[in-house]
């Protein structure tokens, strides 16, 4: 018999890059019983960490209200009347003052956010000598200010910063639903520029806003997917303010919320999972749930950038109930 030569053509999929969590076996992730659910992100969460320690990251506004963006969310879009009233960058002095405050109630790193679209050149100057001076308080420091360029990923990078948070917010084919004023595309491409930087990467997304199961397994798919993925991931459930156009979205299951946390410590086991915005309106069990589930990290201090958070008094007697410890600096 004569040899056949056999030509394989390979699927198409077969040249993307090499996807480490398809969206299926994410979506199968969620699917699991809830309790077996929490085994395996627990069993993977204690492979990388001390389960004991907690991370505190406070949040501040340097630059609050008045945005041009439409983010569907956002009581900060100067389009919504959400009673956000639009202010001036806060001086240094200010900024200092809440860095200090934190460090000394244990916080360990300091995320400055601000209203912005992106930042102009002017802006950038005050948030570098901000970034160098936080820095030098021996906090971690993390900024969060919308899309960069490369010169300013660059700038922020030789000031001292060591995370820069820019969020996915949500699955990729029900973005355009909740923000039109900036694609998907242009996310993912600010979150380049920040890794050619050298910056680490702090990016998650928003539960809550009306998808499906699915779509949950879609966002996280999408960062586990990043190569490398982000160190951090901070999870927020919709904090529902009045006047944005999500005010009053059926509010979610708190178990979906707890089974989130759980597939992004599965499909992300290095990086710091932060439940991050909702707390407040989450009570203690849920949030003894998600520490369960593999969240490691919280927002430490009384507000989240316009809306409320947990006080650090309430917030030291939960970790302490849990046994629970803060990460200490430097480790
Ligand atoms: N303006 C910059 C930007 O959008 O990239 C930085 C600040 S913005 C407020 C940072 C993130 O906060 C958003 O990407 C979103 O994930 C989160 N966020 C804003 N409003 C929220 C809300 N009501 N509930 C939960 N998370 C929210
Ligand atoms: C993130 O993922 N959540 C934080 C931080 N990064 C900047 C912001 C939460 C904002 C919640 C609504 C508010 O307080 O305005
Ligand atoms: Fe502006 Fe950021 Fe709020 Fe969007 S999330 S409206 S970009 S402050």
Redesign the pocket.
Known sequence: MSEQKIVFHAPAAVHAAPQTWPVDAVAELFDLPFNALLYRAQQVHREHFDAQEIELAT?L?IKTGGCAEDCGY???AARYDTGVAAQKMLDLDTVLDTARQAKAHGATRF?M?AAWREPKGRDMEKVEEMVRHVKALGLETCA?LGMLNDDQAGALKAAGLDYY?H?LDTAPEIYGGIITTRDYKDRLATLERVRRADLKV?C?GIIGMGESRRQRAGLIAQLANMTPYPESV?V?NL?Q?EGTPLYGTEALDPFEFVRTIAVARITMPKARV?L??GRREMGEAIQALCFLAGANSI?YGD?????GNPDVEADRQLLAKLGLRCKPSGA
């Open positions: 949040l506004s956002c009581p900060q995320c956010g969060t948070n969020n702090c998650g901070p927020n904090v303010v932060r991050s915005a927002f507000k989240l950038l316009t809306t």
